[in-house]
Every structure is written in C-alpha cells, then in structure tokens.
C-alpha cells in the first residue's frame, strides 16, 4: 500500500475509532438521516417512561384503601380523588385498579408504536448505509477496487450493514431504557431520597467493576470481527477458485485452509460468549444481592414506613430488570458498532478514492480528429508498464494493438478508458486531455468487450438493456445479428427473455463472447474498444465478427486488443508492443515487407 492509501485510511479512520465512539457517530448519522423521526422516537421514551411511574404511584393509594400506609398515601388518595371527580368517576379500589389497566393498556400501545417505528427507523438507516457504501465502491478507482477482496467486501454490504442495524436497535433500546431507568430513579429518590441516594452508590460500586469488562469484551469482539473477515475473504476466494483446485487435486488442501478459519474462529466466538456470560451471571448474584440489601437498610436503618419500603420494593424489582437489560447492551453494542466502524472506514476509503467527476463534454456522435497518446508512461511502484508511448487511433477506422502477453496493450485500453492514472504523458481524445474531459460521459459513449467477459445472470434481454437502457426490440436484434447471434436468438423458445443463469453458465463461451459483442454494440458508440474479441469464436463466427467490423468501421472508430492476426490482418494501422514500448507500427503489408519483429512475430 502506497503512502496515499495510508493516508487515505488514517483519514477514514478518524479520531475515537470504535466502540461508543462509534456508537455516536451512528446517532449522529441516525438524527441527520431521520431528525423528524428521531425525535418521535424519544418522545415516546419519554411518555414510556412517564406511564412507568404513573402505574407505580398508583400502588400507594391502592395500599391505603387496603389499610396499609399513613398520611402520605393518604395525600396521594386525596390527589386521585380530586382528579377522578374532575372527570365525573367514583374513587374506588375497582376504579382504581381500572385505571391502572387503562394506563397498562396506553403503556403497551406506547411500546408498539415504538416498536415499529424503530424498526422502521432500522431499515431506513441499514438500507441508507448500504446504497452509500455501494455508492462508494462503484464511484472508485479501479486502483482502490483493485486491492480489496470480493469475500470482503460482501461481508461489508451484508452481514456487517445488518449488524450495524442491529446496534442501531439497541441503542435505541438503551436509549429508552436509561429514560425508564431515570424516570425510576426520580421517582424512588421523590420516596426517601437518602436511602435511595445509598442504595445506587451501592449499585455503582458493584456494577462498575463488572463494566470495565466491557473494554475487554470490545477488544475480544474486535478480534473476532477480524477473523470474521479474513474467513469469508478466503471462502470467496476459494469459491472462485474451486475449479482450479479441483483441477490440481488439492480439495483436501483447501478444506483444510478453511477448517483452520474456521475452528479458529470458533474458539474466540466462545471465549467471549463465555466471558460475556460470566459477567451476566455475575450481575445476577449482585443484583439479588443488592434487593435484599435495599429491604433491610430501608426497615431497619432508615426506618422507611411500610408502604414507601413496598414501594421502593416494587420500584427496584422494575429498575433491576432495567438495569441488567442497560448493563447487557453497553456488552453487546460495542461488538455491534465493531461492524458499523469497518463498514464506515471502508466507505470512507472508496469516497477519498473516489474518481474525479466533471469535465469537458466529450465527443457525442462521431469523432473526427481521434485519439492520439503523447509519451505516456505507466508505472507502479518501480515496474514500467509503459515507456513513452506514443500512438494515434485515427476517426472512423481499425486500429491494432499487437504483441506478447503483458506487453502493455490492455494499460493502453485502460488507460483510454480513463482507468488506469498515467505517470506522465497524456491522452488527447479530440485534441482535448483526457484529464480534461467527464471520464464517465467519455465511457458512456464506448462499446467495450473485455477479455473476461462478464454478463449478468438475467435475461438476453436485460443484459442488452443494461448497457442501454433506451434500445429497443430492433435495435436489440440487429446487434444480435451483427454479434452473429441472430440463428441463435431465433433457435430459443424465449428469445430474448431467455436466461443466460448465473455467470452465464447456460451459454458456452462462444456464446458469452458474442452476447457482450451484442451488448457493446447495441450502445451504438462513437469508439468500439474489443480486447481479443474471437478468443472462443469457431473460424465460421471469426468470419462473421471480421464481416462486421469492416462494415462498421467507416462509422465507428475501433480499437483492437489481439493475439490472433486473422483479426488485425486488414487493420488501417497495427501498432506492435514490446516491454511496454511501441517496436513497430503500420499496416500489415508495410510491416511484413520490413521483415522486422512483426514479421518475426507473425511467422
């Protein structure tokens, strides 16, 4: 990795990377995304939270018609004789006992709304980091595509995204149980506040200790998102590989570089469940604990009256659950958040990699000056790729590139295509620097057929659409005709809509060739850029190709990558690479005349 990226990733990282520093990057991220909803959700913690106490005050006056309490309960039973007079309604212990249901009625319909609304909140945002992760990936160099690994970078857009939504969700949850939790505290502080005020220095006393785990869960979690990662790095990668490792016999050797991920990540998965649950067990005893300590200091040492300490029993007995729930999610949102910090780090890294975006206008129909490359040089690191490269694709013609494996031709391509950065030189397209020029507009107006063709597991039909959306049926088939597939298309009982399965795997290789000939062609560009185009064509479909790139050679300008001459044999210039350096250039007759290395290299 070169001192950019380093940059670049010290950049995504920022400062307070992981844990609750990322728990706040997401809130922030949550109310900037969805202010209105945000603070709907609250609100309803809130009324929760409000709701809660209003139940628990009820059992005073419960406890004094019952005979049990003094001139506080007393002074509460006037309040809600007072109030339920107000609105017409008897004070009675079945009244009473009514409303209290009523507001269990009101709480539970206040947890459902928050229920769904969190939820809806957890979609938007998971679905929102998704399209701007992808967003990310699909607006960067190819350079910074180059170095990740596709096993990654799924786990990103999946697993970690929901996991990141997952965090979202407790701490929502949290959020709303530290407004209950407050609002028991107030309430039990409103009973006899210097009781209360020992019992929670008691209860931070023995949670504390039990909290500063937390840094060792988070490092643990950490730990385990790592090799998360790395597994289904190597998974994806020994998928792709598959047919090569059966090819060499080697299963064995792959099953076993799996297991060994695999097992490795199963020993850390249970050392920190164990840990987790060892600090939850714990929590139990002292919570336990801390209940029967809150009954004797109330009755005996601060003398709290009979019906407060029943209340502050009932107080605590809610508060608890609360708390464990509190203590169990600031455990478990740091590993959550461990996937919403990689996720934004990576996103991070795609936009900082991002490629540069406006420019001049490039040619729309035809071009009429061509493309001319003036001393480029490619380099990476201390390889030359290509040394001064100096070559003109005259308009509306065939041009060649020619020349042993890594030679430099696909970097020319490349670099055409606004892919590949130079190390110096430039491309003129029109006699304006490609540097210049809306690169993405430049690349909508091109036909480009790679040597790895790639075709989506849809139909004919979408695969068409999706170089160009706006072709129709006609314009559909006559690329199919010119990629001489029209037989073919005729022969299937869909037609277009005729599924090519996933990688293409229903279509041979011929075929796949001449559908991203078709799909190339179909854009109608002003450049057709073919990177040996006929490597799986049969002689008959070479011909027909051939037939059809001298027919649309006087409108379109073509640019030919290859190793077979047959294709290159009537080209109007060849231009032959050597070491990433133009050795020879001319047509085909010139150049066999100078029995040169073009000769040699033909013969």
């Not at 009979?306 to 729930?325: D, G, K, S, Y």
Request: hydrophobic share 50%; glycine share 8%.
């Amino acid at each position: 990795m070169n001192s950019r990226d380093d940059s670049n990733r010290r950049a995504a990282i920022g400062a307070g990377g992981g844990g609750w520093g990322a728990a706040k990057r997401l809130i922030s991220r949550a109310i900037r995304q969805m202010p209105g909803r945000s603070a709907c959700c609250f609100a309803l913690s809130v009324l929760q939270s409000f709701l809660e106490g209003t139940s628990l005050m009820l059992i005073l006056p419960i406890l004094g018609s019952l005979g049990i309490g003094t001139a506080f309960s007393s002074a509460i039973t006037k309040f809600i004789v007072h109030a339920f007079a107000a609105v017409g309604v008897p004070y009675t212990l079945g009244t009473t006992l009514g409303f209290i249901l009523l507001v269990g009625v009101i709480t539970a319909a206040v947890v459902l709304c928050q229920a769904w609304l969190s939820d809806s909140m957890c979609r938007a945002f998971v679905s929102a980091l998704q399209i701007d992760t992808y967003k990310a990936l699909v607006n960067a160099t190819p350079q910074f595509l180059a170095k990740q690994r596709q096993g990654e970078i799924f786990s990103i857009l999946t697993k970690f995204i929901e996991q990141s939504g997952n965090g979202f969700i407790l701490l929502i949850r949290l959020t709303t149980g530290s407004v209950i939790l407050a609002g028991m505290i107030v309430l039990a502080v409103a009973q006899a506040w210097q009781f209360v005020v020992v019992i929670l220095a008691l209860c931070s006393a023995a949670v504390w200790p039990m909290a500063r785990n937390s840094k060792t869960i988070h490092r643990m979690g950490l730990e385990c998102h790592r090799q998360v990662r790395r597994m289904a790095s190597d998974i994806g990668e020994h998928l792709r590989l598959l047919p090569t490792i059966k090819a060499f016999g080697v299963e064995n050797k792959s099953l076993k570089a799996i297991v060994c991920h695999i097992k490795q990540g199963e020993r850390m998965m249970v050392d920190l469940r164990r840990r987790i649950a060892a600090v939850r067990a714990l929590l139990d005893i002292v919570m336990v604990a801390l209940l029967c300590l809150t009954i004797y200091l109330g009755a005996v040492v601060f003398g709290v009256t009979v019906e407060r300490l029943v209340l502050l029993a009932v107080i605590f007995t809610r508060l608890v659950p609360t708390l464990l729930r509190i203590v169990s999610q600031t455990h478990q949102i740091p590993l959550l958040l461990v996937a919403f910090d990689a996720v934004t780090e990576f996103s991070s890294r795609g936009r900082l990699s991002a490629e540069p975006k406006g420019g001049v206008a490039p040619p729309s129909r035809v071009l009429q000056a061509g493309i001319t490359l003036r001393d480029v040089s490619v380099s990476t690191g201390s390889t030359v790729i290509l040394d001064r490269v100096s070559l003109t694709v005259s308009p509306r013609s065939l041009t060649a590139l020619v020349g042993q494996s890594g030679a430099g031709k696909s970097t020319i391509v490349s670099a055409i295509l606004g892919l590949t950065p130079l190390t110096s030189g430039c491309i003129e397209i029109e006699g304006t620097d490609l540097s210049l020029i809306d690169r993405h507009e430049w690349r909508r107006r091109i036909g480009y057929v790679s040597q790895d063709v790639a075709l989506f597991g849809g139909t004919i039909r979408e695969n068409l659409a999706f170089a160009a959306p706006e072709a129709d049926e006609t314009a559909m088939r006559a690329a199919l005709e010119d990629a001489g597939l029209g037989d073919f298309i005729r022969a299937l009982p869909l037609g277009l809509d005729t599924h090519v399965g996933e990688q293409a795997t229903l279509v041979s290789g011929g075929e796949r060739q001449r559908l991203a000939l078709a799909r190339a062609l179909v854009r109608q560009p002003v450049m057709l850029i073919l990177d040996e185009p006929t490597s799986a064509l049969d002689c008959e479909t070479m011909e027909q190709i051939l037939a059809t790139l001298e027919r649309i050679r006087k409108d379109v300008t073509i640019l030919v990558v290859a190793h077979d001459l047959k294709l290159v044999h009537s080209a109007d210039m060849i231009y032959l690479l050597d070491r990433g350096r133009v050795t020879e250039a001319g047509k085909w007759s010139d150049l066999i005349e100078r029995r040169g290395q073009f000769s040699r290299f033909s013969s």
